[in-house]
T-cell receptor
């Protein structure tokens, strides 16, 4: 079953705009919510992460918003740049599963110059 | 640069064959995790090796097996290849079996195609 639903599948944003990617999850036991960035030919790299006791976390142009009651979290990329063009994955962690991550299906983001 | 390397970069195999993929961990890391990433999907956890022993496994059949060597490099072996095994195989190394995710680094992956 799909425990993490990520949307949209693809996204095109103009340079300087705001990119927003959403994830919804089912299990309230998840305790860690990271976002990864993957460029073609590279492995995923951790971008930013949040714990469920915090509603928002900001690192530079990247912000995670977390809504525990709605079981949703989102990634916001402010002032999007062509170098941000990549595939983004959300993930969730189950604390009782040897800290394994369950990943979303990914969002291909294209920033138009 | 993360320092995690994988070989080969690409591989084409025939259904029923066996394949070995290799991963060299970042210096100082004693834990390696392997993931399968099908096209258009997120990675799925296969298993983790810590100090040469399997330390957790995802929902993959026994024909997926691994090894970790004293220098902490690792191999992923897949027997009796099936068409659905076609994917990008990623390894990730970390300094402990339960790292913060800032401490886990992924390699570039091996693209396996099964025909």
């Amino acid at each position: 079953q799909q425990q993490v639903k990520q949307s949209p599948q693809s996204l095109i944003v103009q340079k300087g705009g705001i990119s927003i990617i959403n994830c919804a999850y089912e299990n309230t036991a998840f305790d860690y919510f990271p976002w990864y960035q993957q460029f073609p030919g590279k492995g995923p790299a951790l971008l930013i992460a949040i714990r469920p006791d915090v509603s928002e976390k900001k690192e530079g142009r990247f912000t995670i918003s977390f809504n525990k009651s709605a079981k949703q979290f989102s990634l916001h990329i402010m002032d999007s740049q062509p170098g941000d063009s990549a595939t983004y994955f959300c993930a969730v962690r189950k604390p009782d599963s040897n800290y394994q991550l369950i990943w979303g299906a990914g969002t291909k983001l294209i920033i138009k110059p | 640069e993360t320092g995690v390397t994988q070989s080969p970069t690409h591989l084409i195999k025939t259904r029923g064959q066996q394949v070995t993929l290799r991963c060299s961990s970042q210096s100082g890391h004693n834990t390696v995790s392997w993931y399968q990433q099908a096209l258009g999907q997120g990675p799925q956890f296969i298993f983790q090796y810590y100090r040469e022993e399997e330390n957790g496994r995802g929902n993959f059949p026994p024909r997926f097996s691994g090894l970790q060597f004293p220098n902490y490099s690792s191999e992923l072996n897949v027997n009796a290849l099936e068409l659905d095994d076609s994917a990008l195989y990623l390894c990730a190394s970390s300094p402990t079996p339960r790292p913060t995710y800032y401490e886990q680094y992924f390699g570039p992956g091996t693209r396996l195609t099964v025909t």
